[in-house]
């Protein structure tokens, strides 16, 4: 080994060099804390509590939900608001999260009420329809995996209609709106199966 080699690695004498390693550990450190609260904030900001903390006494919504097959069914399996809102891949699911900061602006200014409610509730339906169309219903696909269906012992009114599923022709919003909410009553522009 030459001499010069051996140099480099020898610690330096003087002190403020000693600010590299503590600075990198102190960067890690905060960086470390700073991948923690983004984590248990992702987490936080996916629950039911979360969603309910705005949405019950602003819309019937939740209420709707508590009383539909996905809230409660006879095998106890729950898909909270998130596993149909929110997606599970990274990307979408940032995108998800940072349009809802809008919400929290318009839940200031208090654009949704009970009372207004039925008037807006299109306008938001439709916003939800119109994703789950365009990703092909990817947040369903997440719990009913339609490779698995068991087509064969299914009755020939959901062969039928499941078959265009796996052919790509149909997604599942299309012919399955309003399994967790109701739907609006302005309920106009929508072809229903
Ligand atoms: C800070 C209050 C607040 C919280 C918390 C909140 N929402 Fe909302 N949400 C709103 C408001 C206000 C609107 C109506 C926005 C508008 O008028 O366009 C809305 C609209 C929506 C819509 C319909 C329109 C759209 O943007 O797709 C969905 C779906 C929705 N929220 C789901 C959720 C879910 C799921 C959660 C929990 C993960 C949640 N919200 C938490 C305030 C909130
Ligand atoms: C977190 C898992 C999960 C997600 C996400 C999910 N579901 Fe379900 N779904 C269930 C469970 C569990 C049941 C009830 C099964 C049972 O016990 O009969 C169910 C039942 C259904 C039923 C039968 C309804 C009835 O009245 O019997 C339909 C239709 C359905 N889901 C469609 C959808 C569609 C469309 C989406 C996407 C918008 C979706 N599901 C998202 C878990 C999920
Ligand atoms: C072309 C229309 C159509 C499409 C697309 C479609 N379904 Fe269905 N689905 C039906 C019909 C019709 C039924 C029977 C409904 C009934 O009996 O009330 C049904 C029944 C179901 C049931 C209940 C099954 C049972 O045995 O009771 C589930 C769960 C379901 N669909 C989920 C989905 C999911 C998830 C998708 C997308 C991956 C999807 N469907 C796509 C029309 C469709
Ligand atoms: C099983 C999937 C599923 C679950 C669980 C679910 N939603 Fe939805 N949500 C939908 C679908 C699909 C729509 C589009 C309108 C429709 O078809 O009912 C929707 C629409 C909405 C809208 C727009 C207004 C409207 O009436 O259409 C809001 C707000 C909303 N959901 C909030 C929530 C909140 C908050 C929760 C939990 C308390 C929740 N959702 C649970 C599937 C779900």
Not at 37 to 59: L, W
Not at 90 to 113: R, S, V, W
């Amino acid at each position: 080994m030459s001499n010069k080699q051996s140099r480099f690695w020898t610690p330096s004498k003087s002190k403020w060099l000693l600010g590299i390693p503590v600075g990198g550990f102190v960067f890690a450190l905060l960086g470390a804390v700073g991948l923690g609260v983004f984590h248990i904030t992702m987490e936080a900001s996916s629950t039911n509590e979360f969603c309910y903390s705005c949405h019950v006494g602003m819309d019937t919504i939740v209420e709707e939900y508590q009383a539909s097959v996905h809230y409660n069914n006879r095998h106890g399996v729950k898909a909270d608001c998130a596993d149909c809102h929110i997606s599970k891949e990274f990307l979408p699911k940032m995108e998800t999260k940072i349009k809802a900061l809008a919400d929290i602006y318009y839940q200031l200014i208090g654009t949704i009420n009970m009372e207004n409610f039925e008037q807006e509730r299109l306008r938001l339906a439709q916003h939800v329809w119109d994703e789950m169309q365009a990703n092909d219903s990817r947040e369903c696909r997440s719990c009913h995996e339609p490779t698995r269906w068991d087509l064969a012992a299914a009755p020939t009114r959901i062969r039928v209609a499941h078959q265009k599923t796996l052919s790509g022709e149909e997604t599942c919003i299309n012919c399955h709106a309003g399994i967790a909410h109701q739907l609006p009553q302005r309920h106009l522009s929508r072809k229903t199966p």
